[in-house]
């Protein structure tokens, strides 16, 4: 069974710092990462794509890649009082079954 | 603008009911799936269709089914509603191709099973 895991938080920063929320996941075939934000109440949107080692930076967000270690990372610098939602990593293989860790609230404090 | 409509907002049936769960996307997408999305478990792909008339099951197919006769719509049916079933159901449609591999979800329908 693929597994993706996350710290279900809550995971609470002060305005204007930097959140940092990880992900790692089971299977090592896994090619395709994604940072999905859900606010309450509200479905899912997509956030960040990563394919390959390093960082790739959006914005606001940066999202981080470490398949050796089988570990993927969301930076939110600058957190504002907004950006306080759930936060899902989801992880897919060659088909099209994304799997959805079970998200890290996250609570940025004016 | 993108939309993916699933027919009803909340949902309460009884045991034993069949159920349909309907979700409509406007995009021309060919992938759409269906999850269920409990506390601390995350979104659990229930099925997913590759095109019309095609589907795969996913990690918790059992006691579901799905039908897509049309590429814009994909139902997502209970044969035989059980209390376990009560959930956040999220219907999802994807562009085969998508370099972003981007999932657009519906707004979800919390079905609840008495």
Known sequence: QKEVEQNSGPLSVPEGAIASLNCTYSDRGSQSFFWYR????????L????????DKEDGRFT??????????????????PSDSATYLCAVKGNGQNFVFGPGTRLSVLP | DVKVTQ???????R????????CVQDMDH??????????GLGLRLIYFSYDVKMKEKGDIPEGYSVSREKKERFSL???????????????????????DEKLFFGS??????L
Request: glycine share 6%; charged share 20%; aromatic share 10%.
């Open chain 1, 63 to 80: 999202a981080q890649l470490n398949k050796a270690s089988q570990y993927v990372s969301l930076l939110i610098r600058d957190s504002q």
């Open chain 2, 30 to 39: 060919e992938n759409m799936f269906w999850y269920r999305q409990d506390p």
């Open chain 2, 7 to 13: 027919s009803s907002r909340y949902l309460v049936k």
């Open chain 2, 77 to 99: 049916i209970l044969e035989s509603a059980s209390t376990n079933q009560t959930s956040m159901y999220l219907c999802a449609s994807k562009l085969a191709g998508d370099r």
């Open chain 1, 47 to 54: 956030i960040m794509s990563i394919y390959s080692n390093g």
């Open chain 2, 108 to 113: 979800g329908t919390q079905l609840s099973v």
């Open chain 1, 38 to 45: 859900q606010y309450s109440g509200k479905s899912p949107e």
């Open chain 2, 15 to 22: 045991t034993g009911e069949k159920v349909f769960l309907e």
